[in-house]
């Protein structure tokens, strides 16, 4: 387990997955992650890499083989090597071998790294192209923060503030898990969404190219909030299982396939790309206030 901790926070990392594990405010003395009950939800912060959500008949077809590929790819079940470590950074790999190169025919390095700066996380999705030809991918990030912050509240005190008021219209999933080209209005008030028991009865809501590029958890019950910021990331989830304690606010480069026909992996929507020898990035950020 990897420790990163200022004046303000403490957050933990573990080698699997480079999966952020706890998010603790020492100020309040709250953990702002999911503690990961298995009984529930058995993730506190996923990494999605090479692809977001599920992926037709679970295949990727890349210059015209497929190759099997689970939900939200393989990245999440992998160990990564930690190549670089501070008191307030770390930088995790995982890098192509045989094992990916089964679901993934490409030589990749990918970089999860995080660095801590007051009451800020910064978390970057870097991926080398050690390949000979343009490597595509979705990547994307599936924090769950724990609702309500405390004791004495309960979990319809809680909302999410986006940075704009603007109509919300979430895309429609399949039980299968993917688009059905269907959306639907979701209720706000202005800018603020309502958490409730049953907003997730019908899985994810899923926003796309939105105006938005914030959101924060709140309670009406004092200010102490969680925010998101997330300027490179067009698609955004937001999910909890149903009832559960948490609720996770999810940016993505990349979203499951729509029903019909399987497409080339260059031609999936919002799919990513980055040429040999090049190194693409992208990070969001997690603020405690």
Known sequence: ????????????????????????????????????????????????????????????????????????GFARQSTFETTESTATHAVFSLRSSEATRVHFPYE????????????????????????????????????AFAVPFGPDEVYEDYYIEFEKAEPLQTHMLSAAGYFTGETRPVATDENRLPLTKHLF????????????????????????????????FPYLGIWAKPGAPFVCIEPWLGCADSEGNQKPIERKEAIQHVEPGRVFNASFTITVS
């Open 201 to 232: 009865d019908q899985d994810a809501l899923v926003f796309k190219r939105l105006r938005s590029h914030r959101a924060a958890i709140r309670s009406r019950n004092h200010d102490h909030a969680v925010t998101v910021d997330y300027p490179a």
């Open 108 to 143: 990749f390095e990918f970089q999860i790294i995080y660095e801590l700066s007051g009451p800020t996380l910064t978390v970057t999705y870097r991926v080398l192209n050690e390949d000979e030809k343009t490597v595509f991918f979705s990547v994307g990030a599936h924090p």
């Open 1 to 72: 387990m990897t420790i990163l901790e200022n004046d303000q926070i403490r957050v933990s990392v573990r080698s699997k997955g480079a999966e952020l594990t706890s998010i603790f405010h020492k100020a309040s003395g709250i953990e702002h992650l999911w503690q990961a009950d298995p009984s529930v939800w058995a993730w506190h912060a996923p990494n999605l890499f090479p692809v977001v959500g599920g992926c037709l008949n679970n295949q990727l077809l890349v210059d015209g083989k497929t190759y099997p590929i689970e939900r939200h």
